[in-house]
């Protein structure tokens, strides 16, 4: 009896032993992504002889974003106030017959509008950092008051975004391949083709934050990211294999958003 009971207490704690250690192991598989955004980013704003010209200008030269003829709601982008550039900055919101300038906004990279007559919504990005390899944008929830005079309810700092990404996905690899996660949900697993970079950065191999942008067309915002993967060699993070993702986005009354279900694009977002 004494002998039966000492061989189910050997095989419960070895059975609780293997449980343990599998745990262990899968936790320490899966590591945390960084963050390139460090700070918050610094609010746009106009250059003051552009504000100036802005101020006493007879006639804007414009293009547009959004034509929504059935809601009588217009967008476009200031190129020009009479002679005089705007240097990318300035966003023009038209409600039936009043328009709303908004200077600090910027234009360049082709921002989106996209406005949801239910819940009164207007939706612009605007870039806030760009170049070679990097596209990052605020989100702006714009709304109409009594007068239809347009105002910005809230702007998403996509520092925010980024940070709240991070505490979600993370990532784990093996030989060459690469597997994302949202928290324990795989979201894809990727092969590596980058073979003259001197392999896999030791340190922090996954970033996020230099690309994290949006689609709006559709009157409700999706945030699209694209994790970066940095080698031993280069300073520059590569997006040669890594998958696009994205999210619905939403953001309540009080200005704060949630981040939803996280998927692969099944299509290249342009």
Not at 35 to 58: F, N, R, Y
Not at 65 to 81: A, C, F, G, M, P
Not at 186 to 212: C, H, R, Y
């Amino acid at each position: 009896m004494k002998r039966k009971t000492f061989i189910s207490i050997a095989i419960v704690v070895f059975a609780m032993g293997l449980v343990m250690a599998g745990c262990k192991t899968a936790g320490l598989d899966k590591k945390q992504l960084a963050g390139t955004m460090e700070e918050p980013m610094p609010s746009d704003m106009m250059p003051d002889h552009v504000q100036q010209a802005l101020a006493k200008a007879i006639k804007y030269h414009c293009h547009d974003l959004l034509n929504d003829t059935v809601n009588e709601i217009y967008v476009s982008s200031i190129d020009e106030v009479d002679q005089t550039s705007t240097e990318g900055y300035g966003i023009n919101v038209t409600k039936g017959a009043l328009s709303t300038t908004f200077p600090n906004i910027r234009h360049t990279r082709e921002p989106q509008a996209g406005y949801n007559a239910k819940t009164g919504d207007l939706w612009l990005t605007s870039s806030a950092m760009e170049g070679s390899g990097v596209r990052v944008e605020w989100l702006h929830q714009i709304r109409f008051g009594d007068n239809d005079l347009a105002y910005v309810k809230t702007e998403v700092n996509p520092y925010g975004v980024q940070q709240e990404l991070l505490q979600r996905l993370r990532y784990s690899i093996e030989g060459e391949t690469i597997s994302l996660f949202d928290g324990e949900k795989l979201l894809a697993t990727v092969t590596n083709s980058v073979k003259d970079m001197g392999g896999f950065d030791d340190e922090q191999p996954l970033w996020i934050g230099e690309q994290l942008y949006y689609d709006v067309c559709s009157g409700d915002p999706i945030v699209i990211f694209t994790p970066g993967v940095k080698f031993t060699t280069g300073l520059v993070l590569t997006y040669d294999d890594m998958p696009e993702l994205s999210a619905p986005f939403t953001i309540d009354e009080n200005g704060l958003f949630t981040i939803h279900e996280i998927t692969v694009m099944t299509k290249p977002y342009h």
